[in-house]
């Protein structure tokens, strides 16, 4: 069987677990009724289904190529992207004055996440170009907008973001790239940038590469960085693609998976750019579009699990060893674990998304405050999830899971990339413990106390299993209470393990809102138990970790470690 | 930096942690003196360095290939696997009779973890040798014996182990491979056989296949299978090889990981085979072999985990973000607790083969039983903990470690295997708190009582981390009481967790003598409080787990999975 876009499982979350409907109640998202997000979830998951996915294989045989310096897509990824493209489905967030849809994140996260299970390496392309479209309504200039916009949000033209350098990873200041003014308006954008993800293509007409750069008088450091619209192909003077650009790919990356997303070597040799948003605040531009992306990033690892799951259900139910393997006590294990997990990481990124759809349509500081605080757990919660998930999916699969022709191992080396870009999940981490306690932890124990007070009145239903929630997330609150007494080191050095403390919690959160939704005895108040009986515990020991503090991390020294 | 051997690590282990000395003591092992075991491990070392470790990366950018029906080699490897023959690596444990070393399994083990980390794919071409060697050992008539055991100890031969067919993975008894006696005491074996690791190889002048079949008499199941020596080239009165046997490799399997080793599908087609054993009785002989197996995947998994361990902390240090990221906190922790768990599953596997070795030894039972206890949890442990530090490699290259080029991806990809063959993690679970609590958990409780009165005597020396000790091995002693009452299903259903409890609490163990052999203050002190602060309390969660039964996993109907 192949892959089915999970539908319905989301849109009992957007119905019950965490309401669209307030969104829906605000003028800004009126539109977004039940009836349409109905329509617009079967309509995209039907392309996933019949168009998308039957590409995924072929993009890993057959990986993207350079060929005289163009990239070539993997076969089918070009008729592929055009059913994205005409669908609408790069634009379904964005501006409707430029021709986007204008819909909630929460409904573009579904889509992404139906994509992302359908093909991660196809995916890539429209999610690229939405954080570029997103830049650019945020801080590009109107002319620019009126130029790109429209052809950004219907998908004859694709974006890309060029930050890393070798030198300049997480590190991003520590970039060389220059832009020189030409004294006409425009820069020269000289400098060699990496891990270029669809830095070229033949899917659509034109590459719109956003390029962090400094001008010269650009200080050294984050602070001096401007960014800038350097395309492929200069628009000539109706806005169509026209003289070719001084910038080129180099070379492709070989990579562990996705190998239908051309990871470019990129070489910008005085190539034409225009400013976008002010000089020297090029950082706070990347970061806006960096927040909706790493929330994306986060639905990429559970479209994956989702994926990989579906196939080690299907491979469990055929595989007979004395009896179908989903029989034996240990396979189940696996499989409601991943389900449980899956649906965990998913409520949480909806629940993110739906916080920042609040967020935009109200303006409330709270909402964007809460959407803050979740996009790094949802990130680095829904790709380390979907790790292990396609991981477990690999075992399921016994022997036949590592012969690559049955496809389970290819979700395991796609999703491990999810842990690493858009910022390392230890970038994540460090992101909640510190940027996202700043305000002394009052986002997260607003959120903690919405988990316990539910929790308290489901005692009255799901006794067992409440009771279990409103421990954790007390003993989460009152390390959240010790964690913002502490200095940033030993912060940093309990952050990982105090995120997935978080997650946790958050996923038993809303294991249980669904478990009251569906009643007693309901699948989901069994896959709730499942959760809350089975996965939630490891809390405790997360956040034992997150309290170790530094000194002992560093009482190790190198010398100890290389011994 | 390449690859370097840890024979410090290991020596000190042996000295201090799992001492040899008692085996030493017995009049079989008397030779393995410490300036022998030192000497033994140091030339081991330098080979793997030197010579095996440089063809790991050529092995996973050119698989073996199979040519006109022959498999040929990864580039190096017919080089780099005499050198093991010569050095008489392959008969390190075998008797010395048919000229092995006769050393302990504790060498063995020492030195297989030593070629895993160098090149795993092709340690398994020896490793597998010594399965057959030691089935052969104990079950083969004399003149098989004779005909074969000189030949595979010193490394001319190699040998397979031929169960796995399509039907009949992990329940072995639904096998469907014939043998029908010719005559003249030999017999036609007929059927496919798939998943032969090194199934044939240019590195030898004749592949010796272990064959599981089933005679015309044979009952259905496990207990009507036989077991048979069927030779590539049928060995001539001089005992050389000579006309080729009615057998061929089908063709390779194209995997995730160890390229280098060629995965075959076999066919059998009337092939002259040998007896070995008695009639019938060919899956006890084949139990024989599979216990030391499985010890040694376990082991492969350290070995990957530290190749992978080694690669990340040099990048650590080189790699500069601000500083070099080895001084950032979130680095450091993945840094230490991949070195931390290395010497916990380390300790775990040098633990189990001294059991083993004293068990040969003396014959005690009781060494027998901790040797089977130990088996699953090393093998399961062993190779969980590399999957997961070869992730972590990956991880903390970031970027770079999704480039296959750099290496980091191979370890993950290589490593991902061992959790899957020679019984699956889950099957290892299964016998944990199966076959190995037929005792009524009488071994665990020994172990854990020696845990349990070591962890008080150190509370005078390292009252803080022994108190952590006891308190973990007094819960999972609790739990075993527990579990031994419980129906199979019920031990099924947690059993995964069970043991990854178990490990936890056998790995703290070894750190605190560890710590208290080399002193507060030590690099040695200092990595078990990471070990005990950081992943011991995880077998809380575990435990939690371990107990939550079957039921609730049943009551997830397997319609509500795919809901």
Same mark, same amino acid.
């Given at each position: 069987?192949?892959?089915?876009?999970?539908?319905?499982?989301?849109?009992?979350?957007?119905?019950?677990? #965490?309401?669209?409907?307030?969104?829906?109640?605000?003028?800004?998202?009126?539109?977004?009724?039940?009836?349409?997000?109905?329509?617009?979830?079967?309509?995209?998951?039907?392309? !996933?289904?019949?168009?998308?996915?039957?590409?995924?294989?072929?993009?890993?045989?057959?990986?993207?190529?350079?060929?005289?310096?163009?990239?070539?897509?993997?076969?089918?990824?070009?008729?592929?992207?055009?059913?994205?493209?005409?669908?609408?489905? #790069?634009?379904?967030?964005?501006?409707?004055?430029?021709?986007? $849809?204008?819909?909630?994140?929460?409904?573009?996260?579904?889509?992404?996440?139906?994509?992302?299970?359908?093909?991660?390496?196809?995916?890539?392309?429209?999610?690229?170009?939405?954080?570029?479209?997103?830049?650019?309504?945020?801080?590009?200039?109107?002319?620019?907008?009126?130029?790109?916009?429209?052809?950004?949000?219907?998908?004859?033209?694709?974006?890309? $973001?060029?930050?890393?350098?070798?030198?300049?990873?997480?590190?991003?200041?520590?970039? &060389?790239?220059?832009?020189?003014?030409?004294?006409? =308006?425009?820069?020269?954008?000289?400098?060699?940038?990496?891990?270029? %993800?669809? =830095?070229?293509?033949? !899917?659509?007409?034109?590459?719109?590469?956003?390029?962090?750069?400094?001008?010269?008088?650009?200080?050294?450091?984050?602070?001096?960085?401007?960014?800038?619209?350097?395309?492929?192909?200069?628009?000539?003077?109706?806005?169509?693609?026209?003289?070719?650009?001084?910038?080129?790919?180099?070379?492709?990356?070989?990579?562990?998976?996705?190998?239908?997303?051309?990871? !470019?070597?990129?070489?910008?040799?005085?190539?034409?750019?225009?400013?976008?948003?002010?000089?020297?605040?090029?950082?706070?531009?990347?970061?806006?579009?960096?927040?909706?992306?790493?929330?994306?990033?986060?639905?990429?690892?559970?479209?994956?699990?989702?994926?990989?799951?579906?196939?080690?259900?299907?491979?469990?139910?055929? &595989?007979?060893?004395?009896?179908?393997?989903?029989?034996?006590?240990?396979?189940?294990?696996?499989?409601?674990?991943?389900?449980?997990?899956?649906?965990?990481?998913?409520?949480?990124?909806?629940? !993110?998304?739906? /916080?920042?759809?609040?967020?935009?349509?109200?303006?409330?500081?709270?909402?964007?405050?809460? /959407?803050?605080?979740? %996009?790094?757990?949802?990130?680095?919660?829904?790709?380390?999830?979907?790790?292990?998930?396609? =991981?477990?999916?690999?075992?399921?699969?016994?022997?036949?899971?590592?012969?690559?022709?049955?496809?389970?191992?290819?979700?395991?080396?796609?999703?491990?990339?999810?842990?690493?870009?858009?910022?390392?999940?230890?970038?994540?981490?460090?992101?909640?413990?510190?940027?996202?306690?700043?305000?002394?932890?009052?986002?997260?124990?607003?959120?903690?106390?919405?988990?316990?007070?539910?929790?308290?009145?489901?005692? /009255?239903?799901?006794?067992?299993?409440?009771?279990?929630?409103?421990?954790?997330?007390? +003993?989460?609150?009152?390390?959240?209470?010790?964690?913002?007494?502490?200095?940033?080191?030993?912060?940093?050095?309990?952050?990982?393990?105090?995120?997935?403390?978080? /997650?946790?919690?958050?996923?038993?959160?809303?294991?249980?809102?669904?478990?009251?939704?569906?009643?007693?005895? +309901?699948?989901?108040?069994?896959?709730?138990?499942?959760?809350?009986?089975?996965?939630?515990?490891?809390?405790?020991?997360?956040?034992?970790?997150?309290?170790?503090?530094?000194?002992?991390?560093?009482?190790?020294?190198?010398?100890?470690?290389?011994?």
């Amino acid at each position: 069987m192949p892959y089915r876009s999970p539908v319905s499982e989301i849109r009992f979350i957007l119905d019950h677990v #965490v309401p669209l409907a307030p969104v829906s109640a605000t003028e800004r998202y009126a539109e977004a009724t039940p009836d349409m997000v109905e329509a617009i979830l079967t309509e995209a998951g039907r392309m !996933c289904d019949e168009i998308i996915a039957p590409t995924n294989r072929d993009g890993d045989l057959t990986p993207a190529r350079l060929e005289n310096g163009v990239v070539r897509s993997s076969p089918g990824f070009k008729e592929a992207f055009a059913a994205i493209a005409e669908g609408g489905w #790069v634009g379904i967030a964005a501006d409707p004055e430029y021709g986007g $849809m204008g819909l909630p994140q929460a409904i573009n996260v579904s889509v992404n996440d139906m994509l992302s299970g359908a093909n991660l390496a196809l995916q890539l392309n429209p999610l690229l170009t939405q954080g570029q479209i997103e830049a650019l309504e945020s801080h590009a200039s109107d002319e620019i907008k009126a130029l790109y916009l429209p052809k950004l949000t219907s998908g004859e033209w694709s974006g890309t $973001m060029n930050l890393t350098e070798p030198q300049a990873g997480s590190d991003v200041g520590a970039l &060389r790239t220059k832009a020189e003014p030409n004294g006409d =308006g425009t820069y020269a954008v000289s400098g060699q940038k990496i891990f270029i %993800t669809w =830095g070229d293509n033949d !899917c659509v007409s034109n590459v719109c590469h956003l390029v962090l750069a400094r001008l010269p008088d650009g200080a050294p450091g984050t602070k001096g960085i401007s960014l800038f619209m350097v395309p492929k192909l200069i628009p000539d003077e109706n806005g169509n693609p026209g003289v070719a650009n001084s910038l080129k790919v180099v070379s492709l990356e070989h990579k562990l998976g996705i190998h239908g997303s051309p990871t !470019c070597v990129m070489s910008f040799e005085g190539a034409t750019g225009w400013l976008v948003g002010e000089p020297h605040k090029g950082m706070a531009a990347m970061f806006t579009m960096m927040n909706n992306a790493r929330l994306n990033v986060g639905v990429q690892g559970i479209g994956v699990a989702e994926a990989a799951y579906q196939k080690a259900l299907e491979y469990a139910q055929d &595989r007979v060893q004395f009896t179908p393997i989903i029989e034996h006590a240990d396979v189940r294990r696996m499989l409601a674990t991943m389900k449980a997990d899956i649906f965990a990481a998913r409520s949480i990124a909806l629940a !993110c998304a739906v /916080a920042l759809d609040m967020g935009h349509a109200t303006g409330e500081a709270d909402w964007k405050a809460r /959407a803050a605080l979740l %996009t790094p757990i949802a990130k680095a919660f829904g790709t380390d999830m979907g790790i292990w998930a396609a =991981g477990e999916g690999v075992q399921i699969h016994g022997g036949m899971g590592f012969i690559e022709e049955t496809g389970a191992a290819q979700y395991l080396r796609d999703a491990r990339i999810t842990a690493i870009y858009e910022g390392t999940n230890g970038i994540q981490a460090m992101d909640l413990v510190g940027r996202k306690m700043m305000d002394g932890g009052k986002a997260a124990m607003a959120l903690l106390q919405e988990v316990e007070d539910e929790a308290k009145a489901a005692r /009255a239903t799901l006794p067992d299993l409440a009771e279990d929630v409103w421990a954790a997330a007390e +003993s989460l609150r009152e390390s959240t209470e010790w964690l913002v007494e502490q200095d940033m080191q030993d912060r940093f050095a309990g952050a990982a393990p105090y995120l997935r403390a978080f /997650a946790r919690v958050l996923g038993a959160h809303y294991h249980l809102r669904a478990a009251i939704a569906a009643g007693e005895g +309901s699948a989901r108040a069994k896959l709730a138990a499942v959760y809350i009986r089975r996965l939630l515990p490891q809390y405790a020991a997360a956040l034992a970790e997150a309290k170790d503090g530094a000194q002992p991390l560093y009482d190790l020294t190198v010398e100890d470690m290389g011994a």
